[in-house]
DNA sequence: TCCCGTATAATTGTATGCAATTATACGGGA
DNA sequence: TCCCGTATAATTGCATACAATTATACGGGA
């Protein structure tokens, strides 16, 4: 009656319902559906050769996350996300990941430290060389060490769910050169204030750290295409 | 094609699977269910003249709201709260409740602004009386029209999920005297911030109204019961 | 031609049956 | 007595059948 967390990560990785919300979860935020489209029980079954039942369960669960509506007796319709929901997630996190690097400051373990410093050093040196893939993840993985070492199972949650949420937008604004580098500087900011225990000025760094990475998408005009785009019906 | 909002409301109430998830919701905030006790498929259906499949897409829905947690192939266990999870999330909801004031400033309606204004009334007429269950009801309503008042769907969102989720918790705070009369005198700031205009004043408030609500907790020893209280297996 | 009511088809909601997995009880051996 | 393997029971995972609801097509009347 131990821990399960391992085993379920994996059971649910391979029990049909698992398999199709993640399939789901990743088709919707890399586009693949377009938003206001229906999702059908049956189609979505067939594709994945699997019956109903798995697909409404995950149906209910991607709901929960908002990336989907179940309107009663209709259909699941993908949600669309606006601009200003990109913009009111960028302030949320702004305060909340200020509060995660300030827990992180007093909570971080030493191999979480010394990921965090490999993680940047790897980032500077792709940053050079123009990976853009390698950043992305790396830029990701940055922020994935700070939720867990922030020692908080519910600000880590939180933290992880809107990082997902915004992960289609976030993909293509890394790609610009100039900030790619602002953004490892401020990432390296960050965990020296941490490394330094100081946890105020890594609250205060990685607040501003989610109003630049904001301000540049405006900048570049990548929220355009979510101008016009409508909430799901 | 138009709003379905208010119908799914309706419908989601009367469908069987939604009748079991705010039941099950509602007996485990309540605590009718222990921390870690086990809920089983059948039982749960039994008990409610359903069959095991609205209750399983029901615990797929608690389990995403942390309600409950799904063990593959083992079980549904209720999920308990740490009085580490309370204070971290009164320290996240201090800072969106304050993001939730400034722009409520921005974004209240003349219908919310009344009805604001009577909540507050209301609450320091019953507080006088020591009408309990009353004060409870309207302290909550003057958090959820705050929430609606900010014209953000997201952050409403996640502030009715904290909410929600400490709910258990606060029935328990409002009930001394004093508290409930300084609860009241902070609302009114925050209420006359925002009818002010005064976003920065607003958002310091209510910053300052959740650390003094969770203080108060602590003070009065609520969470003393949680201390030991393990993380649902 | 357009409107609208009805019949039909398509889709979701729920119940149930079977397979797979896990828990429990029992009995043999040390 | 205790340990442990096996058989049995209980429980979840998934598929399927049927009911209820909603969408669509068609035809008649103005």
């Not at 559906?33 to 669960?61: C, D, H, N």
């Amino acid at each position: 009656m131990e821990n399960y967390d391992l085993k379920k990560e994996v059971t649910d990785k391979y029990s049909l319902r698992g398999r199709v919300f993640h399939k789901l979860r990743e088709d919707i935020l890399s586009g693949r559906y377009k938003v206001g489209e229906e999702l059908r029980e049956v189609s979505i079954g067939e594709e994945l050769g699997v019956s109903r039942t798995p697909v409404r369960e995950a149906f209910r669960q991607l709901e929960l996350e908002g990336l989907i509506r179940i309107v009663p007796n209709k259909g699941a319709y993908v949600m669309g996300i606006t601009a200003k929901d990109i913009r009111d997630i960028y302030m949320m996190r702004s305060l909340l990941e200020g509060l995660c690097a300030k827990w992180a400051t007093e909570s971080i373990s030493k191999e979480q430290m010394e990921e965090m410093e490999e993680n940047i050093f790897l980032s500077e040196f792709h940053a050079s060389k123009g990976h853009v893939e390698q950043m992305t993840e790396l830029d990701n993985r940055f922020h994935e060490i700070m939720y867990e070492a922030c020692n908080s199972k519910i600000l880590e949650h939180a933290l992880k769910d809107y990082h997902q949420y915004v992960m289609r937008v976030r993909k293509k604004t890394l790609s610009t050169q100039d900030r790619s580098v602002a953004s490892n500087a401020e990432h390296r900011g960050i965990m020296e204030a941490i490394r330094a225990g100081d946890g105020e000025l890594a609250q205060s760094l990685a607040n501003r750290h989610m109003i630049n990475a904001y301000e540049n998408m405006l900048r570049n005009g990548f929220l355009e295409q979510y101008e016009k785009e409508e909430r799901g019906k």
